[in-house]
């Protein structure tokens, strides 16, 4: 069973352009992270956003995290034909080692 | 090595065929995961290893499908007597701890004929 909600389900965007993906989940958590999957490639981690943190950045990436809505967002900044993947929120439950994941929002950037 | 490695990359097998499928994770990650991916989903959870310890297998479909970790590095998910609906990517991954990224092999794409 799945317990993160990404949403849109797809997006497609000019490249230079902002893009937003959201996540929502059902459950009280430790952490949640954002993973990012090229077609037919295995998952990279992207990152991880503690259950006390509101916000983090990694390079062009910022995760919000809002615990009292039980919702993420990852922002790329400055889109790239390069940032075309699937990208998909895992959340990691309190006291549990299993990730729970969504089924993902494929990203597509125009050039 | 660098990453994880999974082995094959690809695996055709004919139904009712054994399959064994190979993750060679970080050196040093204590935590080891299975995962089946199906097309357009994410990924859902098959086991979890703890070194060599499998501390959680509830995610295994049947009881066709069997993980071992001996020595507590490389990994094998043996599924026997394969049928159609094992047909999915089969991901594996290592932590240094729970709580942090997980590091993915490439997976092997297994389909049953």
């Known amino acids: 069973s799945q317990q993160g909600e990404e949403d849109p389900q797809a997006l497609s965007i000019q490249e230079g352009e902002n893009a937003t993906m959201n996540c929502s989940y059902k459950t009280s958590i430790n952490n949640l992270q954002w993973y990012r999957q090229n077609s037919g490639r295995g998952l990279v981690h992207l990152i991880l956003i503690r259950s006390n943190e509101r916000e983090k950045h990694s390079g062009r990436l910022r995760v919000t995290l809002d615990t009292s809505k039980k919702s993420s967002s990852l922002l790329i900044t400055a889109s790239r034909a390069a940032d075309t993947a699937s990208y998909f929120c895992a959340t990691g439950l309190d006291s549990n080692y299993q990730l729970i994941w969504g089924a993902g929002t494929k990203l597509i950037i125009k050039p | 090595g660098a990453g994880v490695s999974q082995s094959p990359r690809y695996k055709v097998a004919k139904r009712g065929q054994d399959v064994a499928l190979r993750c060679d994770p970080i050196s040093g990650h204590v935590s080891l995961f299975w995962y089946q991916q199906a097309l357009g989903q994410g990924p859902e959870f098959l086991t979890y290893f703890q070194n060599e310890a499998q501390l959680d297998k509830s995610g295994l479909p049947s009881d066709r499908f069997f993980a071992e970790r001996p020595e507590g590095s490389v990994s094998t998910l043996k599924i026997q007597r394969t049928q159609q609906e094992d047909s999915a990517v089969y991901l594996c991954?290592?932590?240094?701890?729970?709580?942090?990224?997980?590091?993915f092999g490439s997976g092997t794409r297994l389909t049953v004929v």
């Open positions: 991954a290592s932590s240094l701890q729970i709580d942090y990224g997980y590091t």
